[in-house]
């Protein structure tokens, strides 16, 4: 363990009493690293290629369609560059392709490999994301695939959490089209939002997401700069491979049950569509 690590002890208590269904706040030491810092992210996104780089306005709606246009009109220096008053927000992706941040990233994600692996296995695929936000920019609503911390280093944000199991806020439908290659983003409405968890976010504090929970992201009145540290594990892999089974069920007339979640491990399910997927592969090689 570093001297000074990412996590103290109770940040990674805490991190316990979450990981891996409960989305909640604990601490992190990472907010002043210069890593963050806007210069650095300028220089960081000249070495990423261009389809890594995503910017967007950031005076959208909860609910974004994801084929309406909302480009920014900027390329992503000036993105960057101006972001205190532009109105936009951006991610840099896979950013672990980079030497110093795939350092960063994998001596960070070190310090919970005790917390994660007796819960759900090994790290897998491990992949970071940085946001850099204007003051008060929406990040629309969506879920992604994989186990997510997010470290906030600058400005103040608030992230509404909702419950990964919950039909009616995602449905299997939207989970199988996702899973088949469909956008992130979720159809909104304004009923959903009770059933939100609203977690507020300053330097030094993050966020732990679980696998699938819908969210959107509202950005605080200053310029924000979060680090987003994910993995992939064997569960999460097996309730996409459920997922994907499923949309195959659909298409054949059944109406299939949800893949369960954890501590459920979806086994049948994955290994058939597994199976189906070397049947496909063997007969396209025929």
Known sequence: MPTNPVFPPAARDDFAALYPERPGRIAHGLADHPAFQLDALVALASRLAPDQVEYNRGNL?????????????????????????????????????????????HETLAELHPVVG?????????????????????????????????????GTKTMTVFPAD??????????EVFHMGGHRNLPWQDAFL??????????GQAIHVPVKAPHFVRNGPATSISFSITWRSAWSYREASAHGMNALLRKAGVDPAMPARFPAQNHAKSLAYRAVGKLRRTLRRD
């Open 61 to 105: 709606p909860i609910g974004v369609d994801p084929r309406d246009d909302v480009a920014n009109g900027l390329d992503i220096a000036e993105t960057i560059r101006s972001i205190e008053d532009n109105g936009s927000w951006m991610v840099l992706k896979f950013v672990e392709t980079d030497p110093v941040y795939r350092t960063l990233l």
């Open 194 to 203: 009770a059933k939100g968890k609203p977690v507020d976010l300053a330097p």
């Open 166 to 175: 919950d039909p009616t806020i995602a449905g299997p439908i939207q989970h």
């Open 118 to 154: 007796p819960a759900t296995g090994a790290m897998l695929k491990m992949e970071g994301f940085i946001f850099i936000s204007s003051p008060d920019a929406m990040t629309p609503f969506h879920f992604d695939p994989e186990h997510n911390i997010l470290l906030q280093m600058r």
